[in-house]
């Protein structure tokens, strides 16, 4: 008689800096590549890893979650301790968990938060060259605030869209978006945010943007940050926001920012309500 | 005629992550290198660059000091900016200008500034590992700071030197050595730290042991640093810091500590009363 196969739940956070991104390819190391090995040496069987979003090369991750099936009878909750000691420095495997067979890290999120950071200064500090989008503006951040409004809601997003068409729908929600100066620390404590909070005061090191939908199209969070940073120096006002998502033109709105200062951040599911595979 | 020679002091910050330390040497990229090519494609001219301190492989800087010597109509001032523009953004020209010829930036030195950065947490931030010495085991501030009081002032420092007897004297003046709670940020931005300090509240992200001296022996800051967790973590009592002086061996004192979480801070020099190459 086969082992029953379990569904294990990962929740990953990782440095990009080193990979080509999350998905295997052949032109150089990925998260997704070392994960599989390391499980692959853990349990002895070949397994791919679902994750919930591809980030892209230079992309951190703070909470992506994947999944995998195994008939391995290691306890669920020990994998990531277990997969920790087979992964570099700059992947940590924060938990795992068992999780229904029908859970699948892609289709079944219901929402996804990402927070991009852009650092204000004119000589840069080494040590942030691959964590935020060093700008050397000042921005305007009333003016983006109030452009930010116009993206909040279900939008046709194709003008924030890189290489549309190619989903069946660029409509999507944006749940929340916020523009705060936060601590950098914060922001990369995010996982353990709740208990770092009450630590660490106010500060006004980094510009977060973080934004949480049901859904994002190739290279959105990047395009409206690029859009909302283009606002804050004064190349757009508020209101063209409103014409870019109406007339759907990608090239009408911001450049794409770049990828480094890009953190996905954390998903979400109802595990009540799983979404199918399809 | 020939030009008059001058002689540029330069002011760098790095991350050290990338290189095998400041020193040219066959294995590996280092930054002497990449800032004297930056020079020669500047000016062309080949010169010698020499640092205040030789920092090892994966060790940081906020303020290296570094002078040369150069025919170039260049002004003094202009330096900073027009390396940078030749220099990987890991490698950050903070300022130049011009001194006088006896000006040495090793042997001139009277006091260089170091700090060691120490972060308490059980599982690691992906984002610090190159930046910070993660220690797993909570630390004994007090019976650190008790040692510390053991370690200012002038004092034979054999027991904390790698590959003693490497030098004259082994003789040094530790006049200031505080252990603190500070930001990342705080210790990052060390180099405008006075424009920062107002903006950004007290936290305990990480741990901060800052030495000052009229010197330093080979890795003794790193020695002095693994000394002090270990009297942290309850492995020596402060007391004993007291007998490894003493008793000037490199086997009774703590382990060194990472190169990674050193960060040399600053240099000073008496420009009134500049000392001579010998």
């Not at 109030?146 to 890189?162: L, M």
Request: aromatic share 8%.
């Amino acid at each position: 008689m086969p082992l029953p196969t379990r569904n294990i739940r990962l929740t990953l956070a990782y440095d990009g800096s080193n990979y080509v991104g999350w998905q295997i390819q052949p032109n150089g190391v990925t998260v997704q590549q070392l994960v599989q090995k390391a499980i692959s040496d853990l349990t002895g069987e070949e397994t791919k890893l679902i994750a919930a979003g591809r980030t892209d090369s230079g992309v951190h991750a703070l909470g992506q979650v994947a999944n995998f099936q195994t008939s391995s009878t290691i306890p669920a909750e020990k994998f990531a301790s277990a997969l920790q000691s087979r992964l570099p420095e700059d992947i940590i495997a924060r938990d795992s968990e068992e999780v229904p067979e029908r859970f699948h890290a892609t289709y079944s999120a219901v929402r996804k938060c990402y927070r991009y950071l852009i650092h204000h200064r004119e000589i840069g500090l080494p040590f942030l060259r691959n964590y935020t989008w060093r700008f050397g503006n000042e921005l305007d951040l009333h003016k983006m605030r109030e452009a930010a409004q116009h993206i909040v809601g279900t939008h046709d997003f194709r003008c924030f869209e890189t290489q549309y068409p190619n989903k069946a729908t660029s409509v999507r929600t944006v749940e929340h978006l916020t523009i705060e100066c936060q601590s950098m620390w914060n922001v990369w404590s995010a996982f353990d945010f709740e208990n770092q909070q009450s630590k660490v005061a106010d500060s006004d090191e980094v510009l977060c943007i973080e934004i949480s939908a049901d859904g994002f199209l190739y290279n959105m969070v990047r395009a409206i940050t690029g859009t909302l940073v283009d606002v804050g120096r004064g190349r757009y006002q508020p209101d063209d926001v409103q014409r870019m998502l109406e007339e759907g033109d990608r090239s009408l709105a911001g450049p794409t920012a770049p990828a480094h200062g890009l953190y996905l951040v954390s998903v979400d599911y109802d595990m009540n309500n799983l979404r199918p595979k399809d």
